[in-house]
């Protein structure tokens, strides 16, 4: 009872705009019923292990959406427009901080060491052609992922494998769609949507196309594909360590 | 001008009278949409022929009425008498002008600041009409009825406590002077139960308990106090025989969902549909789909009455295509187990003998690190309309595709939280879709199915023009030939179709209604 009146004074607090933790007061018991409060109203989309799913992968040290605690609360009460993230007014207030304990406390895992050197892996994204297809803070091409924040969304053990074997570190929904027009044109791209109905793609000159599946010759969906280049016969393993630790150190704050 | 007023006093002043006849009588007026499923066999069928196979490509949006919610908007209109009655989420009922979709009247209640909705959103699929009366369930699990012509509340009767998890989410069903209600509330351990009211007065009449107690029959299913949070919910509207005097309601799953250790048995009558005599609410009879359920997979879906041969006989049934992945029919006087066969893929029962028994896999229970399974939790279909074409003799269902890793956890009742026991990682992406499948209502054969995207939300229509009409999560609202299952025409809506179509008429003119995104949109041609 003591702690859900601290909690709500937490909350009032966070209403009234002073600048409080609101997760501050939180003990193990709070996060447990978090946990509990997390299986029940957000694992359906953002899995049990909150590691995403159809919601976003909340097993991060920074949210794109909720830059500090109090930002976190707010998102989890008020959800985000545009967004499949409903508010979430089933849950009392107390509830809501310790929900949001909860799934900070997913990211708090110490990050697996990441031998290399970030600085030597930034000289090397920028000498071995990652910016022609990437966007770092603003710069280069913007064909693949933006990866100014890349670092915050993806675990080291993913981005290396993306770096040595890309296919087998391919993200849900995403594919690369091989179409044939009635009138023989073939365009290979990146889907950038899909319906029932129509299909847009994005190609390799970044160029968009629509198209209404019923009017195609053909259409293939590579699902274990995708046009980022393999780097371990260019890179030494010293390299790929360096590269490694550069991109896990993108987390958007540079 | 003066004709208009005319035209419109004529209209109103013949507003809402909605006797029972003209409901249990719905084929004769197909201008009208007067019951959730159009009528009370619950075809979600329209006799109107005016949109066909051959023009439905030339279809387009006449008017758009836009809702201010952000939650799912899944109402199922209804039409009498050029006003179309819709529910607006979380708490609201809205009259709007079938002419034009410009809004009547509205009326809401704020939602009580400590109601939750335990296990889904804060949504409503509609109302139900019987005379002058508009009647709609609320979040809070009241039952209000309201003035037709006005909005005013006539009486307002407390249906449950909400503050235990109790919730309505489905339309009601009004017969001759009753209006039938259940109740929503599966991941709460609730006891689940279905409500009979006065018409006139809101005056219960009677209750019908999905979970019988302690020296009941079906209470040996049971043990100890587990009947008390047995769970067994009844959120989605039922269908009526008028002639038998019965109506058919399915009920959801026991408490708690995916841990089954802590109850034992077959857990009467959850995941069943129960008969019942409509002026008593005594049990007539049962039939339990999934006894012992540990998958959510509520069988609250849609129980189609139709005749058809089944066994060589010419037979009353009654037809639903189950959550669990099976297409049932049973003999709708007796319940007699006649037919099942799978409609999607599943992979936890061999089969379903001669009685109607699923023969069970091994190792389909969920567990701690996760069991994979086919249909995921949200099941083959769900919430949302099939529809009886009985002129093709078809049914067709919108099915999803999917499978998931159930998981089990510990689980301890407390009054008003979740009381689930474990949950599911559903394999979503590319390798789950969608489709509309045609079934042969007496065999449950596929005829034809039409792929979809995604698993869907959206139910479907089939009108005597020889279209089905449908909707997915993209946002596609289409129309598909009855017989052949090709697409004809789709029209994007701008946001997740999460709701059942529904059609009439307005001044000769066929139109047809979906709710889609945060609007309802209404086409003609």
Not at chain 1, 214 to 226: G, Q
Not at chain 2, 145 to 158: E, F, P, Q
Request: proline residues 6%; glycine residues 10%.
């Amino acid at each position: 009872m003591k702690a859900r009146l601290a909690l709500a004074l937490a909350a009032a607090q966070l209403s009234m705009g002073q600048t409080a933790d609101p997760l501050a007061a939180l003990t193990a018991e709070d996060l447990n019923n978090g946990k509990r409060l997390f299986a029940g109203h957000c694992a359906s989309c953002h899995g049990m292990d909150g590691r995403g799913g159809k919601g976003a992968n909340l097993a991060v040290p920074r949210f794109r959406h909720a830059a500090d605690n109090q930002a976190l609360v707010a998102v989890i009460r008020e959800g985000i427009d545009g967004t499949g993230m409903l508010p979430t007014w089933q849950l009392e207030d107390h509830e809501v901080v310790q929900t949001a304990g909860y799934v900070r406390s997913l990211g708090r895992t110490a990050p697996a060491e990441v031998p290399g050197v970030p600085a030597n892996g930034k000289t090397l994204y920028e000498s071995r052609g990652c910016p022609s297809c990437h966007i770092v803070s603003g710069q280069g091409s913007s064909f693949g992922p933006d990866l100014t924040e890349v670092g915050a969304r993806r675990g080291a053990a993913f981005l290396r494998t993306k770096l040595v074997r890309p296919a087998d570190a391919i993200i849900d929904g995403f594919a690369m769609i091989r179409i044939l027009t009635r009138d023989g044109r073939e365009i290979r791209g990146m889907r950038a949507n899909e319906d029932s109905f129509t299909i847009q793609i994005r190609d390799s000159s970044n160029r968009f196309h629509s198209f209404r599946k019923a009017d195609l010759a053909r259409m293939d969906k590579e699902l274990d594909s995708t046009p980022m280049p393999g780097l371990p016969a260019k890179l030494t393993p010293a390299e790929l360590d360096d590269l490694t630790a550069y991109l896990t150190g993108l987390r958007g704050d540079q | 001008m003066t004709r208009l007023v005319l035209l419109l006093t004529i209209a109103f002043s013949s507003a809402a009278q909605v006797p029972y006849g003209r409901i249990r009588n719905a084929e004769r007026e197909p201008e009208s949409w007067l019951t959730y499923s159009g009528n009370y066999a619950a075809h979600r069928f329209s006799r109107l022929n005016q949109i066909t196979a051959a023009n439905v490509a030339t279809l387009k949006p006449l008017w758009i009425y836009q809702v201010g919610n952000r939650e799912e908007f899944e109402t199922s209109p209804i039409v009498a008498d050029g006003i179309m009655y819709i529910t607006e989420t979380p708490m609201a009922v809205s009259a709007l002008d079938v002419r034009t979709g410009r809004r009547l009247w509205n009326w809401q209640r704020p939602i009580p600041r400590d109601l939750k909705t335990l296990g889904f959103g804060p949504n409503n699929r509609g109302i139900a009409i019987l005379d002058d009366t508009v009647f709609v369930g609320t979040l809070d699990s009241h039952l209000t009825a309201l003035d037709a012509r006005s909005g005013a509340v006539r009486w307002d009767t407390v249906v449950a406590d909400y503050k235990l998890g109790h919730c309505i989410t489905g339309a009601p069903l009004a017969i001759d002077g009753k209006v039938i209600t259940g109740i929503s509330g599966g991941e709460a351990g609730i006891r689940g139960f279905l409500d009979a009211y006065d018409a006139k007065t809101g005056k219960r009449l009677w209750r019908f308990w999905t979970i019988p107690e302690p020296g009941e029959p079906g209470s040996e299913t049971w043990s100890g106090d587990n009947w008390k949070t047995g769970g067994g919910p009844t959120w989605v509207t039922g269908s009526y025989d008028p002639e038998l005097n019965l109506i058919y309601w399915g009920t959801g799953n026991p408490g708690p969902d995916w841990n089954g250790d802590v109850r034992p048995g077959d857990n009467l009558y959850t995941c069943s549909l129960v008969a019942l005599n409509a002026d008593t609410g005594k049990l007539k009879w049962h039939f339990q789909f999934t006894p012992h359920d540990v998958h959510d997979w509520d069988a609250t879906e849609i129980p189609v009455l139709l005749d058809a041969t089944v066994r060589s006989r010419e037979r009353k049934l009654v037809a639903m295509a189950n959550r669990n992945a099976f297409y049932y029919l049973l003999d709708r006087a007796t319940g007699e187990f006649l037919h099942a066969s799978p409609y999607a893929k599943q992979t936890w029962a061999k089969g379903i003998d001669d009685r109607g028994r699923p023969i069970v896999l091994p190792n389909t229970e969920p567990t701690g690190q996760g069991t994979l399974v086919w249909p995921s939790l949200q099941g083959s279909t769900n919430w949302f309309s099939p529809s009886y074409n009985p002129v093709a003799k078809l049914f067709y269902v919108a099915v999803r595709e999917m499978s998931s890793y159930y998981l089990k956890t510990d689980v301890k009742y407390k009054p008003g939280t979740l009381f689930m026991g474990g949950g599911e990682r559903a394999l979503a992406g590319d390798k789950a879709f969608g489709a509309v499948r045609a079934l042969d209502v007496s065999t449950g054969k596929i005829q034809w199915e039409f792929r979809l995207q995604s698993p869907p939300w959206a139910g479907v229509l089939s009108t005597a023009g020889g279209v089905v009409f449908g909707g997915s999560n993209e946002g596609n609202f289409f129309a598909l030939d009855a017989v052949t299952g090709k697409p004809l025409w789709d029209f994007q809506t701008g946001g997740a179709i999460v709701a059942n179509p529904v059609s009439f008429a307005v001044d000769g003119k066929q139109y047809v209604a979906i709710a889609a995104g945060h609007a309802l949109f209404v086409f003609g041609l």
